[in-house]
């Protein structure tokens, strides 16, 4: 069975903290992608990494950075959380080349800055 | 840029009955792929139905089939004799043939099914 495992569901930070949120598949997928979904904004691409040590910008990087030190790891970095990065994070996986378009996701985080 | 919208914040229908979800979009693209996922709640994300704009047939799952109309950029998901475990978010999501496999999404609809 596919596994995209999230290692937090529930975070509460305060401003200003470093946050760290860990993604991992155990899929073997090349692609990992990190999005953020808010209430009627729908889910927004922050980064996505196509290879280890890659990374490209999605749509809203700001305040964000990422790390793929391995294949199977995806981390989400915020260097300083501020209020208005509360959220709902979602991580989620494919393969290269599969062209289906299926994303693998995992159960989402929780983000909560106070 | 890719845009999808999905009007419907919010729907609810009976056990059983049939429902529509709405999806347009905007690209400038003439090949891509159109989905539609479900987060049922405190669940993951999964998949439900995909489309190729290349075919004409529209795409059907079981219960689930679209209704793509390619000119007018409009792509709607039948649920029929919906059941209690469709109670979900749906999310409209679009990308492009080639390139980054980067999926842009509407800002979905939230379907309750009552018994």
């Known amino acids: 069975d596919v596994k995209v495992t999230q290692s937090s569901r529930y975070l509460v930070k305060r401003t200003g903290e470093k946050v760290f949120l860990e993604c991992v598949q155990d899929?073997?997928?090349?692609?990992m992608f990190w999005y953020r979904q808010d209430p009627g904004l729908g889910l927004r691409l922050i980064y996505f990494?196509?290879?280890?040590?890659?990374?490209e910008k999605g749509d809203i990087p700001e305040g964000y950075s990422v790390s793929r030190e391995k294949k199977e790891r995806f981390s989400l970095i915020l260097e300083s959380a501020s209020t208005n990065q509360t959220s709902m994070y979602l991580c989620?996986?494919?393969?290269?080349?599969?062209?289906?378009?299926?994303?693998?996701f995992g159960e989402g985080s929780r983000l909560t800055v106070l | 840029a890719q845009t999808v919208t999905q009007s419907q914040p919010e729907m609810s229908v009976q056990e059983a009955e049939t429902v529509t979800l709405s999806c347009t979009y905007d690209t400038s693209e003439n090949n891509y792929y159109l989905f539609w996922y479900k987060q049922p709640p405190s669940r993951q994300m999964i998949l439900v139905i995909r489309?190729?704009?290349?075919?004409?047939q529209n795409a059907t799952e079981n219960r689930f089939s679209v209704n793509f109309q390619k000119a007018a950029k409009s792509f709607s998901l039948k649920i029929s004799d919906s059941q209690l475990g469709d109670t979900a978010m749906y999310f409209c999501?679009?990308?492009?043939?080639?390139?980054?496999?980067?999926?842009?999404f509407g800002q979905g609809t939230r379907l309750t099914i009552n018994p």
């Open positions: 999501a679009f990308m492009k043939w080639q390139g980054a496999q980067k999926l842009v």
């Open positions: 990494s196509y290879d280890v040590k890659m990374k």
């Open positions: 899929m073997d997928h090349e692609n």
């Open positions: 989620a996986s494919c393969g290269r080349g599969s062209g289906s378009g299926e994303l693998f």
């Open positions: 489309q190729e704009a290349y075919k004409q």
